[in-house]
């Protein structure tokens, strides 16, 4: 089965500690990973994607295939990271379809 | 260049009444999704088009239909609505299935009653 696993709802931080949003996948295949976020009444957009290994925004996510993770880290969390985070997951075949997790709040006190 | 408008935002319509919901992607995007977002279910997968096909369809009753016209625009309808299709549905462009990267719009919020 396909699946995408986002295990926190919600995660909690302080200004300048250390962020790591989970998520695992279940799929046969080398499927494509991507992170989504959505701040607040704003339009859900993409952060980052796994086949560019690029950092966005201090974040970075690596692709683990032995683990079947891709999990969401920045070293030093700021206020305005604060939003709703969403790990897709994109198979292979002609199509677009992107399978959701249930997504993460990031919550960043000051 | 204008990012994917849906029209309209917001809905309230009975059990039973059928539904529209429009969706014009940014311009020279020619693949179309929609996901249907829940509370309970969160983002789920609706369906896809490109070049006025249906090229990929999510587990949703046949209630939910779509279509795509010439000029890349989409709309998909809901008839016979049920209270558990109260969801905010959101559209999003690409330029092609496996473009780099797909657009999402503000979605349309539907409140059924």
């Known amino acids: 089965a396909q699946r995408v696993t986002q295990p926190e709802k919600l995660l909690s931080v302080f200004k300048g500690a250390p962020v790591e949003l989970k998520c695992n996948y279940s799929?046969?295949?080398?499927?494509?990973l991507f992170w989504y976020v959505q701040y607040s009444r704003q339009r859900l957009q993409l952060l980052l994607r796994?086949?560019s290994r690029e950092s966005i925004k201090g974040f970075t996510a690596d692709l683990n295939k032995g683990e079947t993770s891709f999990h969401l880290k920045k070293p030093f969390a700021q206020e305005e990271d604060s939003a709703m985070y969403y790990c897709?997951?994109?198979?292979?075949?002609?199509?677009?379809?992107?399978?959701f997790g249930q997504g993460t709040t990031l919550q960043v006190k000051p | 260049k204008a990012g994917v408008t849906q029209t309209p935002r917001y809905l309230i319509k009975t059990r039973g009444q059928q539904v529209t919901l429009s969706c014009s992607p940014i311009?020279?995007?020619?693949?179309v999704s929609w996901y249907q977002q829940t509370p309970g279910q969160g983002l789920q997968f609706l369906f896809e088009?490109?070049?006025?096909?249906?090229?990929n369809k999510g587990n949703f009753p046949g209630r939910f239909s779509g279509r795509q016209f010439s000029n890349s625009r989409s709309e998909m309808n809901v008839s016979t609505l049920e209270l558990g299709d109260s969801a905010l549905y959101l559209c999003?462009?690409?330029?092609?299935?496996?473009?780099?990267?797909?657009?999402f719009g503000p979605g349309t919020r539907l409140t059924v009653l």
């Open positions: 999003a462009s690409s330029l092609s299935p496996r473009g780099n990267e797909q657009f």
């Open positions: 799929y046969s295949g080398s499927p494509e």
């Open positions: 796994h086949i």
């Open positions: 897709a997951l994109r198979g292979t075949g002609n199509t677009g379809k992107l399978i």
């Open positions: 311009s020279g995007h020619r693949s």
């Open positions: 088009y490109f070049s006025e096909t249906q090229r």
